[in-house]
């Protein structure tokens, strides 16, 4: 049943059937937003064109709904954010403007049909999405990507020469990890950053290669999740825990080209020990490039952006620096993807050796200790002597 109303912001609604309640929680970055939220929350966002990276840990901690001040998608390119949250039976109130912003963060809201309540009291209204909805509006977007897609291309082409540095002023900190001769796996908390790491967890890469192990950012986290310690943590440390940070990692801050590196404060504050390393682009490119430039001898990357998509959703407008890092890389650099279906299609020699010998101790065993064994084959014996 709807609910009936009674008139805008301040009315009082009545007559519900099975209204949405949860203690709100209120900020405009989801991505600050996500850790505190616990099971049954509603989570308040101010969150234009909502990423995969930002729906997926709102998915992970179990909340009941999630408002949103702006639109999940604006229809400038079809990201794939509001879907996620959808499919995960997540309610989705779109565009109830800058009044939801202004409720208290851990007071105890409803979600009737595409209104919102403190105590009985509407504050906003949006739009009540669904699959069907948003799908029609990423079809619609499909228009403009052409556009959005010439816009991008030209801002990349644009802030190349910003990023000549990645290729011939970089100056690599130093660090105790040795790289020489070895792979490198770089792990990025990117969309299917699990599946991923989960494959090549599995496939057996890590264990015979015994590749560096670095964590950009929350990646440290990442790793620590799937029972591997990260040698090398490096970025601005915005999106790290703690525990990840004292893990024993080496600790590297990417800092900007003038020596600024926001990120130091918090190590600084922990009292941790680190490195700067200068450089323009992002914390996966120069993990990438000083991967590289300390003699890495394959670099495999976990949940790394790529592609157009990948950069809207993280807001930036152009991919420059990844250009010009993916250039300076060449073929050293694989995806983790590639790396793991390798390994899931082969039998490696070592294990099928073990295999073999398993099989003979097995039939020794069974010689030595089975009565029967032994007559039939003291009666072969018998046989080949006479």
């Given at each position: 049943?709807?609910?009936?109303?009674?008139?805008?912001?301040?009315?009082?609604?009545?007559?519900?059937?099975?209204?949405?309640?949860?203690?709100?929680?209120?900020?405009?970055?989801?991505?600050?937003?996500v850790?505190t939220?616990?099971?049954?929350d509603?989570?308040?966002?101010?969150h234009?064109?909502?990423d995969?990276?930002?729906?997926?840990?709102?998915?992970?901690?179990?909340?009941?709904?999630?408002?949103?001040?702006?639109a999940?998608?604006?229809?400038?390119?079809?990201?794939?954010?509001?879907?996620?949250?959808?499919?995960?039976?997540?309610?989705?109130?779109?565009?109830?403007?800058?009044?939801?912003?202004?409720?208290?963060?851990?007071?105890?809201?409803?979600?009737?049909?595409?209104?919102?309540?403190v105590?009985?009291?509407?504050?906003?209204?949006?739009?009540?999405?669904?699959?069907e909805?948003?799908?029609?509006?990423?079809?619609?977007?499909?228009?403009?990507?052409?556009?959005?897609?010439?816009?991008f291309?030209?801002?990349?082409?644009?802030?190349?020469?910003?990023?000549?540095?990645?290729?011939?002023?970089?100056?690599?900190?130093?660090?105790?990890?040795?790289?020489?001769?070895?792979h490198?796996?770089?792990?990025?908390?990117?969309?299917?950053?699990?599946?991923?790491?989960?494959?090549?967890?599995?496939?057996?890469y890590?264990?015979?290669?015994?590749?560096?192990?670095i964590?950009?950012?929350?990646?440290?986290?990442?790793?620590?999740e799937?029972?591997l310690?990260?040698?090398?943590i490096?970025?601005?440390?915005?999106?790290v825990?703690?525990?990840?940070?004292?893990?024993?990692a080496?600790?590297?801050?990417?800092?900007?080209?003038?020596?600024?590196?926001?990120?130091?404060?918090?190590l600084?504050?922990?009292?941790l020990?680190?490195?700067?390393?200068?450089?323009?682009?992002?914390?996966?490119?120069?993990?990438?490039?000083?991967?590289?430039?300390?003699g890495?001898?394959?670099?495999?990357?976990?949940?790394?952006?790529?592609?157009?998509?990948?950069?809207?959703?993280?807001?930036?407008?152009?991919?420059?620096?990844t250009?010009?890092?993916?250039?300076?890389?060449?073929?050293?650099?694989?995806?983790?993807?590639g790396?793991?279906?390798?390994?899931?299609?082969?039998?490696?020699?070592?294990?099928?050796?073990?295999?073999?010998?398993?099989?003979?101790?097995?039939?020794?065993?069974?010689?030595?200790?089975?009565?029967?064994?032994?007559?039939v084959?003291?009666?072969?014996?018998?046989?080949?002597?006479?």
């Amino acid at each position: 049943m709807r609910p009936r109303r009674s008139g805008g912001r301040g009315s009082v609604v009545e007559d519900v059937a099975h209204p949405l309640r949860g203690v709100a929680r209120v900020s405009p970055r989801t991505k600050d937003l996500v850790p505190t939220l616990n099971g049954g929350d509603i989570a308040v966002i101010d969150h234009a064109d909502l990423d995969r990276i930002a729906a997926d840990g709102l998915v992970d901690r179990g909340i009941v709904a999630v408002v949103n001040a702006a639109a999940s998608t604006t229809g400038r390119y079809p990201n794939e954010g509001p879907l996620i949250v959808l499919r995960a039976g997540i309610a989705l109130i779109d565009g109830c403007g800058p009044a939801v912003m202004e409720i208290e963060d851990g007071a105890s809201v409803s979600v009737i049909d595409d209104v919102v309540l403190v105590d009985g009291e509407a504050v906003a209204a949006g739009v009540r999405q669904n699959v069907e909805l948003i799908t029609a509006i990423h079809d619609s977007s499909q228009e403009n990507i052409g556009d959005e897609f010439s816009r991008f291309i030209a801002n990349t082409m644009r802030y190349v020469d910003d990023n000549l540095d990645l290729l011939t002023d970089l100056v690599v900190p130093d660090v105790s990890v040795k790289f020489a001769g070895r792979h490198a796996l770089i792990v990025v908390r990117g969309h299917d950053y699990r599946d991923d790491l989960a494959l090549i967890r599995g496939s057996g890469y890590v264990s015979e290669m015994k590749p560096v192990l670095i964590g950009v950012d929350g990646g440290a986290d990442a790793l620590l999740e799937v029972g591997l310690k990260p040698d090398i943590i490096i970025g601005d440390f915005d999106s790290v825990s703690e525990r990840a940070l004292r893990c024993g990692a080496e600790l590297v801050v990417h800092a900007f080209r003038d020596g600024r590196a926001p990120g130091a404060q918090r190590l600084i504050d922990l009292d941790l020990p680190h490195v700067l390393f200068r450089a323009s682009g992002t914390s996966e490119d120069i993990a990438m490039l000083m991967a590289h430039e300390l003699g890495a001898e394959l670099i495999v990357a976990v949940g790394t952006h790529t592609s157009m998509v990948d950069f809207l959703d993280k807001g930036r407008r152009g991919m420059a620096s990844t250009v010009v890092t993916r250039i300076k890389l060449g073929n050293i650099l694989l995806d983790a993807k590639g790396v793991s279906r390798l390994y899931e299609s082969r039998v490696r020699k070592r294990d099928l050796l073990l295999m073999i010998m398993a099989a003979v101790v097995a039939l020794v065993v069974i010689a030595v200790v089975s009565e029967p064994v032994r007559l039939v084959l003291r009666a072969y014996w018998v046989d080949l002597t006479n």
